[in-house]
T-cell receptor
Framework: TQLLEQSPQFLSIQEGENLTVYCNSS?????LQWYRQEPGEGPVLLVT?????EVKKLKRLTFQFGDARKDSSLHITAAQPGDTGLYLC?????????FGKGTRLSVIA | EPEVTQTPSHQVTQMGQEVILRCVPI?????FYWYRQILGQKVEFLVS????????KSEIFDDQFSVERPDGSNFTLKIRSTKLEDSAMYFC?????????????FGPGTRLTVT
């Protein structure tokens, strides 16, 4: 089973700042997904990336899939308090969905 | 927008009791899943279900667990004799396809507390 390493584990920033969180593995992903989870709720799918080098944008969120498909990043521009939550990456190759431990983001107004 | 629903939102039970957690997946989805998240830990896969049978299960999914799709809409997880360590959030998910970049949609979860 591939291990997904997410960094940083915790991030606390001021409203309006930019940030990037990372998801890495030593193995190649066939596809990767990013989820956001709020306390007491289920993960909510944000995006799926499939092609190496792919960049997808979702409003102020930019997702990038590494050229070698071993890593991915999530960049948030001008973070808002509503962005607070646990950001999870997950992959599914020939196995069921496997999640990383996540980055817990706190955006302070 | 279609969504996965789960009931109850919170279940408290005594050790040794049976519990049934219920899920209504998105209506045109074909694959159904249960995951577990112990407080402060990763979301972990339990079982996947397709065409009225289990397609894959993890080591966590032992003989105490079972899943069923009793009718065309509900998908249930039964824990026969609950243990303290079964306390966790249980998430149901569904997807249109399996593997290969498919997208799973999660329900809001059931918080199971075993005392």
């Amino acid at each position: 089973t591939q291990l997904l390493e997410q960094s940083p584990q915790f991030l606390s920033i001021q409203e309006g700042e930019n940030l990037t969180v990372y998801c890495n593995s030593s193995s190649v992903f066939s596809s990767l997904q990013w989820y956001r989870q709020e306390p007491g709720e289920g993960p909510v799918l944000l995006v799926t990336v499939v092609t190496g080098g792919e960049v997808k944008k979702l409003k102020r969120l930019t997702f990038q899939f590494g050229d070698a498909r071993k890593d991915s990043s999530l960049h948030i521009t001008a973070a808002q308090p509503g962005d607070t939550g646990l950001y999870l990456c997950a992959y599914s190759g020939n196995t069921p969905l496997v999640f990383g431990k996540g980055t817990r983001l706190s955006v302070i107004a | 927008e279609p969504e996965v629903t789960q009931t109850p939102s919170h279940q408290v039970t005594q050790m040794g009791q049976e519990v049934i957690l219920r899920c209504v997946p998105i209506s045109n989805h074909l694959y159904f899943y249960w995951y577990r998240q112990i407080l402060g830990q990763k979301v972990e896969f339990l079982v996947s279900f397709y065409n009225n049978e289990i397609s894959e299960k993890s080591e966590i999914f032992d003989d105490q667990f079972s899943v069923e799709r009793p009718d065309g809409s509900n998908f249930t997880l039964k824990i026969r004799s609950t243990k303290l360590e079964d306390s966790a959030m249980y998430f149901c998910a569904s997807s249109l396809r399996d593997r290969g970049g498919y997208e799973q949609y999660f329900g809001p979860g059931t918080r199971l507390t075993v005392t």
